[in-house]
């Protein structure tokens, strides 16, 4: 029998943050607060201190805070920047923005995310940084990466837009390197209304040259002194009261999602990214990622069941149209894993039922080809 089971559902979620959600809207609206003010430096000082961070910066959106993140360090043209080829276009946009190149990095082939390793591979002699990609929730190994980043002198960006709340070794994303960045997209695990961004620092001029650029180049606390060339990159009020609302959820919508993992986990196994997770590494699995063969006849067969899926990412992003001038290092991993990988139902409301429903519906497929369904996974005949 099908049963619709969606790829997310930001009802429920909002629904258990309602009443927050509620008196924020009231507030903004009474006080005329849309631009700046107290609500937006109220949620800044509280993802500061949930990340274990000195200063936040709220922006606009996350590619906005990547982007400020480099030119705060002067990441320019002539730069090399590593960044992972499997992630989302933003963390590539944002080299392009400031005239710098991003290089393809590799990936690993259990987690998918980049190691010391394979930044050591793309490395160039005109690498000035890189930007590793918390992806899908998990943490990158930092204890490697920032040992590498020594070495070789150069700086971090941390792309926690998918990874609000994980840990390495007991710390926080995001505060590894000389910058994290956040996106607060509807659909993360702490989403807003619309779009929202921001940047984390433990470096003062850091953060005080993304806070003035994000305002028009003001200086700080000058409405009409404008220091540097800036642009509008601000967070809104209204933005910054729904977050602060939903924050206190944060960690049990978490902790429920690791749950939904675990039961991922108990009936595919080995078919999960990231299965065999060190133990340092405290994912939020804001992403299910499976690998599969026949994947897009597969998911299309999800769909007529009811069951939504999704595909982060179908192409890697020296492969698009925008990135094609690009000399690439060959990134085998990350090529093979574009065409396999499939994004299962994940959100904290989810039940073990559902998950249940998921897996038996993945079991009980059979492939366009006629194979059993023991072809369906992509380890199941090695």
Same mark, same amino acid.
């Given at each position: 029998? @099908?049963? @619709?089971?969606?790829?997310?559902?930001?009802?429920?979620? @909002?629904?258990?943050?309602?009443?927050?959600?509620?008196?924020?809207?009231?507030?903004?609206?009474?006080?005329?607060?849309?631009?700046?003010?107290?609500?937006? /430096?109220?949620?800044?000082?509280?993802?500061?201190?949930?990340?274990?961070?000195?200063?936040?910066?709220?922006?606009?959106?996350?590619?906005?805070?990547?982007? =400020?993140?480099?030119?705060?360090?002067?990441?320019?043209?002539?730069?090399?920047?590593?960044?992972?080829? @499997?992630?989302?276009?933003?963390?590539?946009?944002?080299?392009?923005?400031?005239?710098?190149?991003?290089?393809?990095?590799?990936?690993?082939?259990?987690?998918?995310?980049?190691?010391?390793?394979? =930044?050591?591979?793309?490395?160039?002699?005109?690498?000035?940084?890189?930007?590793?990609?918390?992806?899908?929730? /998990?943490?990158?190994?930092?204890?490697?990466?920032?040992?590498?980043?020594?070495?070789?002198?150069?700086?971090?960006? &941390?792309?926690?837009? /998918?990874?609000?709340?994980?840990?390495?070794?007991?710390?926080?994303?995001?505060?590894?390197?000389?910058?994290?960045?956040?996106?607060?997209?509807?659909?993360?695990?702490?989403?807003?209304?619309?779009?929202?961004?921001?940047?984390?620092?433990?470096?003062?001029?850091?953060?005080?040259?993304?806070? #003035?650029?994000?305002?028009?180049?003001?200086?700080?606390?000058?409405?009409?002194?404008?220091?540097?060339?800036?642009?509008? $990159? $601000?967070?809104?009020?209204?933005?910054?009261?729904?977050?602060?609302?939903?924050?206190?959820?944060?960690?049990?919508?978490?902790?429920?999602?690791?749950?939904?993992?675990?039961?991922?986990?108990?009936?595919?196994?080995? /078919?999960?990214?990231?299965?065999?997770?060190?133990?340092?590494?405290? #994912?939020?699995?804001?992403?299910?990622?499976?690998?599969?063969?026949?994947?897009?006849?597969?998911?299309?067969?999800?769909?007529?069941?009811?069951?939504?899926?999704?595909?982060?990412?179908?192409?890697?992003?020296?492969?698009?149209?925008?990135?094609?001038? =690009?000399?690439?290092?060959?990134?085998?991993?990350?090529?093979?894993?574009?065409?396999?990988?499939?994004?299962?139902?994940?959100?904290?409301?989810?039940?073990?039922?559902?998950? &249940?429903?998921?897996?038996?519906?993945?079991?009980?497929?059979?492939?366009?080809?006629?194979?059993?369904?023991?072809?369906?996974?992509?380890?199941?005949?090695?």
């Amino acid at each position: 029998m @099908n049963k @619709n089971i969606p790829f997310l559902d930001l009802g429920a979620m @909002n629904a258990e943050a309602a009443q927050g959600i509620a008196e924020a809207w009231r507030a903004i609206t009474t006080e005329s607060a849309f631009i700046g003010g107290r609500r937006v /430096q109220d949620f800044e000082s509280q993802w500061a201190s949930y990340c274990g961070s000195s200063f936040c910066i709220g922006l606009s959106d996350g590619t906005a805070a990547l982007e =400020l993140a480099l030119r705060a360090l002067g990441a320019g043209p002539g730069d090399d920047i590593l960044g992972p080829a @499997n992630t989302f276009i933003a963390t590539w946009e944002a080299v392009a923005a400031v005239g710098a190149r991003p290089i393809a990095v590799d990936v690993d082939p259990v987690s998918l995310l980049v190691t010391a390793e394979t =930044l050591g591979n793309a490395l160039t002699t005109n690498t000035v940084g890189a930007i590793p990609v918390h992806l899908f929730g /998990q943490p990158a190994n930092m204890t490697e990466i920032m040992a590498f980043a020594g070495r070789h002198k150069l700086w971090i960006i &941390e792309d926690a837009a /998918q990874a609000h709340g994980a840990r390495w070794n007991g710390q926080a994303v995001g505060t590894f390197g000389d910058a994290g960045c956040f996106s607060f997209y509807p659909g993360k695990n702490l989403g807003a209304f619309g779009d929202a961004g921001a940047v984390i620092t433990n470096s003062h001029r850091i953060a005080g040259f993304v806070r #003035s650029f994000a305002n028009h180049g003001r200086r700080d606390g000058h409405a009409d002194i404008h220091d540097i060339i800036g642009n509008n $990159r $601000r967070l809104d009020g209204l933005q910054a009261a729904i977050l602060s609302a939903k924050l206190p959820f944060l960690n049990s919508w978490n902790a429920r999602r690791r749950n939904v993992h675990s039961w991922y986990r108990q009936r595919l196994g080995t /078919q999960v990214v990231g299965h065999t997770p060190d133990t340092r590494a405290v #994912s939020v699995h804001h992403l299910e990622v499976i690998r599969v063969c026949n994947r897009d006849q597969i998911r299309g067969q999800l769909t007529e069941l009811g069951i939504g899926t999704g595909i982060h990412y179908r192409i890697p992003c020296h492969r698009h149209a925008a990135f094609e001038n =690009l000399a690439v290092p060959a990134v085998p991993v990350a090529e093979s894993a574009a065409s396999e990988i499939l994004s299962l139902p994940m959100y904290p409301h989810m039940k073990q039922e559902d998950v &249940e429903h998921v897996c038996d519906a993945m079991f009980n497929l059979v492939s366009p080809f006629g194979a059993s369904k023991s072809r369906i996974f992509r380890h199941a005949a090695a």
